[in-house]
Protein backbone atom coordinates (compact mmCIF):
# COMPACT_ATOMS: atom_id res chain seq x y z
CA UNK A 1 0.00 0.00 0.00
CA UNK A 2 1.70 3.44 -1.31
CA UNK A 3 1.18 6.44 0.87
CA UNK A 4 -1.96 7.89 -1.22
CA UNK A 5 -4.38 5.12 -0.78
CA UNK A 6 -2.97 4.91 3.39
CA UNK A 7 -3.47 8.54 3.85
CA UNK A 8 -6.83 7.92 1.89
CA UNK A 9 -7.82 5.57 4.24
CA UNK A 10 -6.76 6.77 7.66
CA UNK A 11 -8.63 10.20 6.58
CA UNK A 12 -11.81 8.48 4.94
CA UNK A 13 -11.84 4.69 6.44
CA UNK A 14 -12.08 1.45 5.04
CA UNK A 15 -13.63 1.61 1.62
CA UNK A 16 -17.26 0.22 1.75
CA UNK A 17 -17.81 -2.94 -0.18
CA UNK A 18 -20.14 -2.92 -3.45
CA UNK A 19 -22.88 -5.02 -1.32
CA UNK A 20 -23.05 -2.43 1.12
CA UNK A 21 -24.15 0.46 -1.28
CA UNK A 22 -27.26 -0.58 -0.85
CA UNK A 23 -27.71 0.07 2.57
CA UNK A 24 -26.20 3.65 2.00
CA UNK A 25 -29.16 4.70 0.09
CA UNK A 26 -31.75 6.80 0.68
CA UNK A 27 -35.66 6.52 1.18
CA UNK A 28 -37.16 8.74 -0.46
CA UNK A 29 -38.55 10.74 2.78
CA UNK A 30 -34.79 10.37 3.95
CA UNK A 31 -34.05 11.21 0.55
CA UNK A 32 -36.61 14.70 0.33
CA UNK A 33 -34.95 15.42 3.76
CA UNK A 34 -31.15 15.99 2.86
CA UNK A 35 -32.05 16.89 -0.90
CA UNK A 36 -34.21 19.58 -0.27
CA UNK A 37 -31.63 21.81 2.41
CA UNK A 38 -30.63 23.46 -0.02
CA UNK A 39 -33.89 25.28 -1.38
CA UNK A 40 -34.83 25.23 2.21
CA UNK A 41 -31.46 27.08 2.98
CA UNK A 42 -32.25 29.45 0.08
CA UNK A 43 -35.72 30.39 1.10
CA UNK A 44 -34.88 30.71 4.64
CA UNK A 45 -31.90 33.01 4.19
CA UNK A 46 -33.02 35.11 1.21
CA UNK A 47 -36.33 35.88 2.96
CA UNK A 48 -34.37 37.47 6.09
CA UNK A 49 -31.85 39.34 3.84
CA UNK A 50 -35.16 40.49 1.64
CA UNK A 51 -36.45 41.75 4.85
CA UNK A 52 -33.33 43.76 6.33
CA UNK A 53 -32.65 44.97 2.71
CA UNK A 54 -36.61 46.70 2.66
CA UNK A 55 -36.24 47.84 6.70
CA UNK A 56 -33.26 49.49 5.44
CA UNK A 57 -34.83 51.47 2.76
CA UNK A 58 -37.69 52.69 4.74
CA UNK A 59 -41.15 51.80 6.27
CA UNK A 60 -42.62 52.55 2.70
CA UNK A 61 -40.27 50.11 1.04
CA UNK A 62 -42.20 47.10 3.39
CA UNK A 63 -44.96 47.20 1.02
CA UNK A 64 -43.03 45.42 -1.30
CA UNK A 65 -42.60 42.50 0.55
CA UNK A 66 -46.08 41.22 -0.80
CA UNK A 67 -45.23 41.28 -4.37
CA UNK A 68 -41.38 39.86 -3.75
CA UNK A 69 -43.19 37.03 -2.18
CA UNK A 70 -45.98 36.38 -4.90
CA UNK A 71 -42.45 36.76 -7.07
CA UNK A 72 -41.00 33.93 -4.78
CA UNK A 73 -43.65 31.65 -4.88
CA UNK A 74 -43.94 32.20 -8.80
CA UNK A 75 -40.38 31.24 -9.46
CA UNK A 76 -40.94 27.64 -6.92
CA UNK A 77 -43.85 27.09 -9.47
CA UNK A 78 -41.31 27.26 -12.14
CA UNK A 79 -38.96 25.23 -10.88
CA UNK A 80 -41.26 22.67 -9.90
CA UNK A 81 -42.45 22.38 -13.40
CA UNK A 82 -39.14 22.55 -14.67
CA UNK A 83 -38.04 19.59 -12.17
CA UNK A 84 -41.17 17.49 -13.00
CA UNK A 85 -40.35 17.66 -17.08
CA UNK A 86 -37.00 16.66 -16.23
CA UNK A 87 -38.13 13.49 -14.26
CA UNK A 88 -40.26 12.74 -16.87
CA UNK A 89 -37.33 13.39 -19.88
CA UNK A 90 -34.72 11.38 -17.85
CA UNK A 91 -36.18 9.19 -15.59
CA UNK A 92 -32.99 7.26 -15.03
CA UNK A 93 -31.60 10.40 -13.25
CA UNK A 94 -30.00 13.54 -15.05
CA UNK A 95 -28.80 16.43 -13.65
CA UNK A 96 -28.58 19.88 -14.87
CA UNK A 97 -25.47 19.27 -16.93
CA UNK A 98 -26.32 16.12 -18.50
CA UNK A 99 -29.77 17.96 -19.34
CA UNK A 100 -27.85 21.15 -20.43
CA UNK A 101 -25.29 19.55 -22.38
CA UNK A 102 -27.56 16.96 -24.35
CA UNK A 103 -30.05 19.54 -25.28
CA UNK A 104 -28.26 22.63 -25.50
CA UNK A 105 -24.09 21.50 -25.90
CA UNK A 106 -21.20 21.03 -24.15
CA UNK A 107 -20.70 25.27 -23.17
CA UNK A 108 -24.20 25.29 -22.11
CA UNK A 109 -23.84 22.24 -19.60
CA UNK A 110 -20.47 23.04 -18.55
CA UNK A 111 -21.89 26.66 -17.22
CA UNK A 112 -24.64 24.31 -15.56
CA UNK A 113 -22.46 21.96 -14.19
CA UNK A 114 -20.11 25.34 -12.69
CA UNK A 115 -23.27 26.93 -11.69
CA UNK A 116 -24.19 24.12 -9.67
CA UNK A 117 -20.75 23.98 -7.74
CA UNK A 118 -21.14 27.54 -7.22
CA UNK A 119 -24.68 26.79 -5.86
CA UNK A 120 -23.22 23.92 -3.64
CA UNK A 121 -20.08 25.54 -2.57
CA UNK A 122 -22.55 29.28 -1.76
CA UNK A 123 -24.92 26.93 0.59
CA UNK A 124 -22.46 25.12 2.50
CA UNK A 125 -20.85 28.60 3.37
CA UNK A 126 -24.45 30.25 4.29
CA UNK A 127 -25.39 27.31 6.01
CA UNK A 128 -22.43 26.64 8.25
CA UNK A 129 -21.75 30.53 8.74
CA UNK A 130 -25.25 30.94 10.00
CA UNK A 131 -25.21 27.59 12.20
CA UNK A 132 -21.66 28.76 13.71
CA UNK A 133 -23.73 32.64 14.24
CA UNK A 134 -26.33 30.68 16.10
CA UNK A 135 -23.82 28.50 18.54
CA UNK A 136 -21.90 31.88 19.25
CA UNK A 137 -24.65 33.73 20.32
CA UNK A 138 -25.79 30.69 22.00
CA UNK A 139 -22.14 30.78 23.53
CA UNK A 140 -21.00 34.10 23.55
CA UNK A 141 -17.19 33.08 24.70
CA UNK A 142 -17.34 31.24 21.31
CA UNK A 143 -17.06 34.25 19.46
CA UNK A 144 -13.27 35.02 19.10
CA UNK A 145 -12.91 31.44 17.29
CA UNK A 146 -15.67 31.90 14.83
CA UNK A 147 -13.33 31.48 11.75
CA UNK A 148 -11.80 28.70 13.05
CA UNK A 149 -15.39 26.80 14.38
CA UNK A 150 -16.36 27.55 10.48
CA UNK A 151 -13.91 25.73 9.13
CA UNK A 152 -14.01 22.65 11.51
CA UNK A 153 -17.58 22.15 10.76
CA UNK A 154 -16.90 22.52 6.75
CA UNK A 155 -14.32 19.69 7.42
CA UNK A 156 -16.65 17.62 8.96
CA UNK A 157 -19.10 18.07 6.79
CA UNK A 158 -16.52 17.30 3.61
CA UNK A 159 -15.64 13.90 5.68
CA UNK A 160 -19.17 12.98 6.45
CA UNK A 161 -19.74 13.86 2.67
CA UNK A 162 -16.45 12.16 0.95
CA UNK A 163 -16.91 8.72 3.18
CA UNK A 164 -20.37 8.63 2.21
CA UNK A 165 -22.55 8.26 5.47
CA UNK A 166 -25.77 8.22 5.11
CA UNK A 167 -27.36 9.56 8.54
Do not use: W
Not at 64 to 89: D, E, G, N
Not at 117 to 126: E, P, S
Not at 144 to 163: G, H, K, Q, S, Y
Request: hydrophobic share 55%.
Amino acid sequence: MTLSPRFKQLLFGKSLPTSAHAEERLTNPEALAVLSSDALSSVAYATEEILLVLVAAGSSALGLSLPIAAAIVLLLAVVILSYRQTIKAYPDGGGAYIVARENLGLYPGLIAGASLMIDYILTVTVSISAGTAALTSAIPGLRPFTVELCLIFIFLLMLANLRGVKE
